[in-house]
């Protein structure tokens, strides 16, 4: 049986990545959805090795010093990074693993683990995904402009990718990224 691809999910702030993974999560617990460690706040309802593990600027240094992260960015104010450990046991151990990060993680990545399957995730228009950030109401106004900011720059950088998937239909985004990890849809 082949090895399986590392797959990586980026893209813009508010496009959908977190609903897709969500949706994973719950439809293809096959696949194995690493999880962040971030030196953001957490958002009402995230739980703690769950959406992310939640750590202090003083953890987070002694992550990237000692080297357990496999990526790591400053994005829109915080930090994340990638757990490295983890990662290298599951797909060892032939499990599909999907990473959701940012456009200076997925380029780390690129460089590090050049076999990885690059995929971005685009929204359907510039106003979707205005209308999707603010309508989910995690961020104060400032925050918001920052981060689409950030998402102009994250759509100019598309073409870096292997492969571009149009967040329409969260179902249908979770089907062709199954395909493509080489799973069965459902
Ligand atoms: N296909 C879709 N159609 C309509 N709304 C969607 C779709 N996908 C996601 N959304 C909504 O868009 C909002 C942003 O989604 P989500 O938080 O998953 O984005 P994200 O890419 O993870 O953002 P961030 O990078 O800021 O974490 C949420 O309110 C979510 O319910
Ligand atoms: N480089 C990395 N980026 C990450 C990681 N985990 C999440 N992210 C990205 O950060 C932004 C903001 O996330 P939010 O949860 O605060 O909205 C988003 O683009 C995520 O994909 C990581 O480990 N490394």
């Known amino acids: 049986m082949p090895r399986p691809r590392l797959t990586v999910l980026s893209g813009p702030s508010g496009v959908g990545k977190s609903t897709v993974v969500a949706e994973l999560r ?36 002694g992550l990237v010093a000692s080297g357990e992260l496999l990526e790591w960015a400053e994005f829109a104010g915080n930090r994340y990074g990638t757990p490295r450990g983890p990662v290298l046991e599951k797909l060892a151990a032939g499990v599909p693993t999907l990473l959701e990060i940012d456009l200076q993680g997925a380029r780390q990545v690129r460089t590090t683990m050049p076999d990885a399957l690059l995929v971005f995730l685009a929204p359907p228009s510039w106003e979707e995904l205005e209308r999707r950030l603010r309508g989910r109401g995690t961020e104060p106004p400032d925050v918001i402009a920052r981060r689409l900011e950030m998402g102009r720059v994250e759509l100019a950088a598309e073409k870096e990718f292997d492969l571009t998937i149009v967040n329409t239909s969260v179902k249908d985004v979770c089907h062709r990224l199954i395909t493509l990890m080489g799973n069965s849809p459902s």
Not at 35 to 51: A, D, F, I, L
């Open 26 to 61: 719950r439809s293809h617990p096959e696949v194995w959805l690493s999880v962040s460690v971030t030196t953001r706040k957490p958002r009402p309802g995230e739980q703690h090795g769950v959406e992310y593990f939640f750590a202090g600027n003083d953890e987070f240094d």
